[in-house]
T-cell receptor, first 113, second 111 residues
Framework: EADIYQTPRYLVIGTGKKITLECSQT?????MYWYQQDPGMELHLIHY???????EKGDLSSESTVSRIRTEHFPLTLESARPSHTSQYLC????????????FGPGTRLLVL | DQQVKQNSPSLSVQEGRISILNCDYT??????FLWYKKYPAEGPTFLIS?????DKNEDGRFTVFLNKSAKHLSLHIVPSQPGDSAVYFC??????????FGKGTRLSVIA
């Protein structure tokens, strides 16, 4: 199972602030993902990466951006936080290959006031 | 339109009995299915998966059944334990579609 870490675990921030959610994995997985999840709802894919310098947008329109400069690191940035960004953000990773299982980090719960 | 549907938002089961969680999908290109378990304020934990070439996969107390003709899968937990109380997500992928999740079913196992 992947060791995958997210910081911070909880964040309360004011509208208009720039924030970066960190995600790191130690298993050398090529693929990494960011999901957004609200209570009682499905996980929505917002960004993914299949390797260094590769990033793609998911099915949920998002005002966030990501970067993948190192294999183990996949940070998510919100340039200007809004109350509509309040949610839980989940990072996941998987090995390169076909139908590889995704393993999730503990999540960051974001509250924008 | 939801491609993966978990129509029961919640389920209560007595300790020791069987828990059956259901999932339906609409995309016939899906060929790989997974179940995840999620506790509050934590990330989902992988439980069990099944490929479309199989109709059953078992791992300890957990068994997943796949009925491709009905586009339906189910997760059986036997016997259910209080520590199984969590939200269970069904997920599917196939073709060029990345992993798609259902809305989850909250399982409560009552001692």
């Amino acid at each position: 199972e992947a060791d995958i870490y997210q910081t911070p675990r909880y964040l309360v921030i004011g509208t208009g602030k720039k924030i970066t959610l960190e995600c790191s994995q130690t298993m050398g997985h090529d693929k990494m993902y960011w999901y957004q999840q609200d209570p009682g709802m499905e996980l929505h894919l917002i960004h993914y990466s299949y390797g260094v310098n590769s990033t793609e947008k998911g099915d949920l329109s998002s005002e966030s951006t990501v970067s993948r400069i190192r294999t183990e690191h996949f940070p998510l940035t919100l340039e200007s936080a809004r109350p509509s960004h309040t949610s839980q953000y989940l990072c996941a990773s998987s090995e390169r290959g076909f139908r590889e299982t995704q393993y999730f980090g503990p999540g960051t719960r974001l509250l924008v006031l | 339109d939801q491609q993966v549907k978990q129509n029961s938002p919640s389920l209560s089961v007595q300790e020791g009995r069987i828990s059956i969680l259901n999932c339906d999908y609409t995309n016939s290109m899906f060929d790989y299915f997974l179940w995840y378990k999620k506790y509050p304020a934590e990330g989902p934990t992988f439980l069990i998966s099944i490929s479309s070439i199989k109709d059953k996969n078992e791992d300890g107390r957990f068994t997943v059944f796949l009925n491709k003709s009905a586009k339906h899968l189910s997760l059986h937990i036997v016997p259910s334990q209080p520590g199984d109380s969590a939200v269970y997500f069904c997920a599917a992928e196939g073709g060029n579609t990345p992993l798609v999740f259902g809305k989850g079913t909250r399982l409560s196992v009552i001692a």
